[in-house]
């Protein structure tokens, strides 16, 4: 019985389902808490449990999947490339707030994690919550933390931050559109960068230019410190 | 053949990436050093937006769904999450404010300081 789930169609089929009802959801009640992503990861896990289907034989398909995480990372330098001229004319002010914002995300997580009294791997998993996943999980693999813990938090930031942008901008009285939209690919990569398109065109340009510049900083850091 | 080329181009370079991180002494993800290889290449003339447009865009506008796999795996670490769902939750929610300020103020700081550098040069 368990081989009919072990072939990799099964985890591609699933994952696409589950997805693809999360899409319809979201569109029917036109609200970022419900995330396609974030409902797909729920529902395809509720399956699985229910029906007592081991990750292992998922994995069949979901690897085939996990496997374009890597040329999809890789392209977001189109974008960045698109948007070579502002990052040409503002680099300076693009580096720095980029640099202050994740090292304050990484000195952010670190404290509350002594604070709140978790390990050292649960601490190494959180530090790199505030960039897009693929790099996240590369970071937290290379330094001995949980990926899947990495995952969710990166995930979770990233609704989050698409969620508290509008009144992120706000409160912090952030009228110019590229310091917003740095800000919030800052603080919520890919996931928030939707957003960012939402309130803007250059909100959306900087926050997937800020994807990529922290990408990049985040890495070089925990490489240097952790 | 467009689409498999684009494919081609794309998977080969991601392919140099990981050999590339192989040959590090130094832990730096793949995906990294493929985005950095690609822009490279886009602003030698190396290759040519249209050479990969199709595929980059499809992979771009899907990126959330490469994703799903990655989140399922946190069923194997349920027990985790079960005991440290509060912190996790807290720290999520704090960093995420406090990141967002401290990249918007030292943007706006860094701006405020490059227009007076201006002004004072032209008067």
Redesign the interface.
Known sequence: MSEIFASPFFGIALSVLTFWIGTLIQKKLKSVLFNPLLIAILLTSAVLLIFDIPYESYNEGGSVINMFLTPATACLAVSIYTKIKILQEKWIPIVVGCTVGSLASMGSVWLLCRLFGLDEAMTVSLIPKSVTTPIAMGVCEANGGIVPVTVIAVIFTGILGSILAPFLIRVFRVADPVAAGLAIGTCSHAVGTSRALELGETEGAMSGLAIGVCGIITVLVSMLLL | MKIIKQFGI??S??WI??VIEKLLP???????I??????FC??TGVLK?DH?RE??DF??A????????????????LD??KE?WL??????????????????????L??IL?CRKKGVRHE
């Not at chain 2, 130094?26 to 990294?32: D, G, L, N, Q, T």
């Not at chain 2, 493929?34 to 822009?39: D, P, V, Y």
């Open positions: 794309i998977f370079l991601c990436a990981v130094i832990a730096f993800p793949a995906s990294v493929g985005m950095l290889l690609l822009l886009l602003l937006i990969i595929k980059s992979l771009l899907n990126m959330a769904f490469f994703f799903v796999p990655a989140g399922v795996n946190v069923i194997n670490y985790i999450l440290n912190p996790l939750l807290l720290i999520c929610v704090i960093t995420t404010v406090v990141t967002f300020a401290a990249a918007a103020y030292s943007i706006r860094v701006m490059q």
